[in-house]
């Protein structure tokens, strides 16, 4: 219930910077039941525009009409600390009125505790991977927040739209960051603050405004030719065969990483065209797929079944660690003279391309191997290939001679 008994009254006033008396320090006073309270508005001026009667800054320049928005802005939002300290029908103090003003009392959470929040609840939701990305994105906030705002505590309310773009540029600072890395970042910061919204932490979510804006990356995959000399290349170290193979596997079966390290015996059954086939989720999407296994991926199957990394284990492969094995990648790269960006992830794409919609494969099996729910998905990689088009316009011309 309301209570109307209690008397709120503010008024601003200016305190001389001791070397400097010509400038002044803006503040408001708040008076609650005739205990008052001063809050600096972090605002200066000089002395000789400021007219204390009418509690304004004189003059018509840009800067004093900010100073002058500023101050009825603060009056607005102190009022409406007051009105809503009473409707909860509390004894209103000045203290009350500058925390929940300042966003500092018990009802307002803060940017940390959603951090901590998301961090701990979804850790039964998010894939591993998917997790330790939004533990360094929150990192990345905290790391914001003690350069430009020298603080560690940062309330959701004071959360406006100049914080989001000075997120931004902070995360463009960052030299091994490029746009798409940044991007990423500012789309786990909103998925974070729309959970905020959810929760009732927030009254209006000021990052729905910021567009996310990704560059466009070419795909790398392998073509035939390339496929073939990684293949055949003889390599003096053991390591880079092994992990050669492994993503030669992928090219051959369309795994990601992820699901290739978690293969297990469990997973080879027999098909419906009684040939080896594996059964398994992707990681990602947790979408049942089903692959054929073809030649070469059962040779390298056949070849490590027994190998001492694995032996003793129901694991179908000696897989490295993701950056281990890009490392290993890159370096094969330069041995076989592919001046390509080689990561493990090209192998899914190079299965998509190269493997099958080259060699006719109808794009919907494509889409279905590779664990896509839209088919849209797929037909990235179909535009990709020259090579198919040609292939495709081939047989139409022996139709249209025929």
């Known amino acids: 219930m309301m209570r109307t008994d209690q008397t709120f009254i503010i008024s601003f006033f200016i305190r001389k910077k001791k070397n400097q008396p010509e400038i002044a320090n803006l503040y408001t006073r708040i008076t609650v039941n005739g205990r008052r309270l001063e809050i600096s508005l972090k605002r200066t001026l000089p002395v000789e525009q400021w007219l204390p009667d009418a509690c304004r800054v004189a003059g018509s320049s840009k800067e004093v009409i900010q100073l002058n928005s500023k101050i009825d802005q603060t009056r607005a939002l102190l009022y409406k600390a007051f009105d809503e300290l009473q409707r909860e029908g509390q004894l209103v103090t000045s203290q009350l009125v500058k925390a929940r003003y300042l966003g500092t009392d018990v009802k307002h959470k803060s940017l940390q505790d959603l951090i901590n929040y998301h961090n701990t609840n979804m850790i039964s939701v998010l894939k591993k991977g998917t997790l330790k990305n939004y533990y360094t994105t929150g990192h990345y906030l905290e790391d914001y927040l003690l350069t ?21 540029n902070f995360l463009r600072s960052k030299p091994k960051l490029h746009n798409n890395g940044v991007m990423k970042h500012m789309e786990r910061f909103k998925k974070m603050m729309r959970l905020a919204g959810d929760l009732d932490w927030i009254e209006k979510n000021p990052t729905k405004r910021f567009k996310l804006r990704f560059d466009k990356v070419d795909m790398v995959y392998l ?35 992820s699901d290739v390290k978690a293969l297990t015996k469990n997973h080879v059954h027999i098909g419906v065209d009684g040939n080896k086939w594996i059964y398994t989720r992707r990681s990602k999407t947790n979408t049942s797929v089903r692959i ?54 090209a192998a899914r794409h190079t299965f998509a391309t190269t493997v099958t919609l080259a060699n006719g494969v109808p794009i919907e099996t494509v889409s279905k191997l590779l664990g896509h729910h839209k088919i849209s998905t797929t037909l990235i990689y179909a535009r990709v290939l020259d090579s198919k088009v040609s292939m495709d316009i081939d047989n139409l011309r022996k139709k249209l001679i025929g």
């Open 223 to 257: 073509t035939k030719l390339e496929l073939e000399k990684i293949k055949n290349e003889t390599f003096e170290r053991p390591v880079l065969s092994i992990n050669r193979d492994v993503f030669i596997f992928a090219c051959y079966t369309g795994l990601t990483y």
């Open 148 to 168: 430009n705002y020298r603080t560690s505590e940062y309330f959701l309310k004071q959360i406006n739209y100049e914080f989001i773009l000075g997120f931004e």
């Open 292 to 345: 054929p296994i073809l030649k070469e991926a059962q040779e390298i199957l056949d070849y490590y079944k027994n190998h001492p990394k694995i032996d003793g284990t129901d694991k179908l492969l000696p897989v490295y660690s993701n950056q281990k094995i890009n490392q290993y990648l890159r370096e094969i790269a330069v041995k076989v003279k592919i001046s390509k960006k080689l990561s493990f992830h």
